[in-house]
């Protein structure tokens, strides 16, 4: 058990709460199923990543490499670069306004911190993997008691709630917001991520074995981020959307609870978004290295990777660039990642000659193709209402 927390809090990051929490302020509970069909969504693919993983004793990225053309090969680590760029745009910025809430310095000095905090972090490697898990995990909790408290204070009503986790709506402005959420749900660079966290424990028991605890890791350590992610938009839509209050910002929402649920509740949140942007800033360097070193045969410092990674971030905020905004678009941007991490994850885990007696049923197969379809599906929804068309 481990990988899938490491994993998992790429599922409750700061894009995460930027979706969570405009989606809960401005549609109340209605958006709560989005959360429920993607997790779903993570827990089948995350569970197919793993077990690729534990089979071939390669990663996601080091089996493109093996099977598929040259050609595609590019294509597939230029849209897996693309989307752990806009993941770790979102987890820095997410971090650094955590500090910045916090400490009350200016975001830029709190963004410079994040990288010194997000650094030692990354040193915990050199203890290897379990030291990293250990130190995740810790910061899992961390987040989820900061939101355990806030539920209690927001005081949720049961009955528009249990409606929205069970009755599906993308009408009257929804959709984008609902594929911020799956975007910032279901995360191309986890799917790269989780089949080379699984490497270091094929020695310890058979195959089997391995993906039966590895199947379990995921189902625990995800629906643990799919309780936080219901928790953060469930305390959006009973504080504001009840109230409303027009949340446009992180800032704002921080600004907001002190007088709706006191000054306690203001600190757990700020808290819990620092924890939250450092553990999932520290995964998506993780996740960067594996891209890089799967696809090209390339290996580059953990560390060199991270000063790389955080220009973007650091020019977004030097400008002053609205952080909500950014936030909700990079969750976009993943979404339509996701097809070419997906994709090539099908049709490996379906393919006798890679997976052996492992490869998958029939039945899972279709389920996952279902997946990549409805994620396609509402991408080009999404790029129809963009244009200008009404639906």
């Not at 995921?218 to 981020?225: C, D, G, H, K, Y």
């Not at 907001?256 to 203001?266: C, D, E, F």
């Not at 090209?296 to 909500?324: C, E, G, K, N, W």
């Amino acid at each position: 058990m481990g990988p899938a927390f490491l994993v998992s809090v790429g599922y409750m990051d700061p894009g995460n709460w930027a979706t969570d929490i405009e989606g809960g302020a401005r549609f109340g509970y209605t958006l709560l199923w989005v959360l429920l069909l993607s997790n779903l969504m993570a827990i089948l693919l995350q569970g197919l990543s793993a077990k690729l993983g534990i089979v071939t004793g390669k990663s996601l990225p080091e089996n493109c490499r093996d099977r598929f053309p040259r050609w595609l090969n590019y294509i597939l680590w230029g849209a897996a670069e693309g989307s752990a760029l806009a993941t770790d745009l979102a987890e820095f910025l997410g971090a650094a306004l955590g500090f910045n809430i916090l400490l009350g310095i200016p975001l830029f000095q709190a963004a410079l911190l994040t990288g010194v905090a997000v650094f030692a972090l990354l040193a915990l490697e050199k203890f290897g993997y379990r030291a990293v898990e250990y130190a995740i995990i810790a910061l899992v909790a961390v987040i989820g008691l900061a939101y355990l408290y806030e539920l209690v204070l927001a005081k949720p009503l049961m009955a528009p709630l249990l409606k929205g986790l069970v009755t599906p709506n993308i009408m009257d402005g929804r959709l984008y917001i609902a594929i911020g959420m799956l975007g910032a749900t279901v995360m191309p660079h986890n799917i790269y991520l989780h089949s080379a966290l699984v490497l270091p424990r094929r020695a310890l028991m058979e195959p089997r074995k391995h993906i039966r605890t590895q199947v379990a890791d995921s189902v625990f350590a995800l629906n643990i981020a799919f309780l936080v992610n219901a928790a953060i938009l469930i305390m959006s839509a009973a504080t504001f959307f009840e109230r409303g209050v027009v949340v446009t910002s992180i800032e704002q929402a921080h600004e907001t609870l002190a007088p709706l649920l006191g000054g306690a509740s203001a600190v757990a949140f700020a808290i819990a978004l620092l924890a939250s942007g450092l553990a999932s800033s520290t995964t998506a360097t993780l996740a960067g290295q594996v891209i890089l070193q799967g696809f090209l045969h390339v290996r580059m410092s953990l560390f060199v990777r991270r000063l790389i990674t955080m220009v973007p971030a650091l020019v977004v905020i030097y400008f002053q660039v609205d952080s909500l905004k950014i936030l909700v678009l990079s969750q976009v941007c993943l979404s339509f990642g996701l097809p070419f991490a997906i994709l090539p994850l099908i049709s490996l885990t379906k393919n006798h000659a890679v997976m052996g007696e492992y490869t998958n049923r029939r039945a899972t197969t279709n389920l996952a193709i279902l997946v990549a379809a409805v994620i396609l599906l509402l991408n080009a929804l999404l790029v129809y209402q963009m244009l200008g068309g009404k639906i």
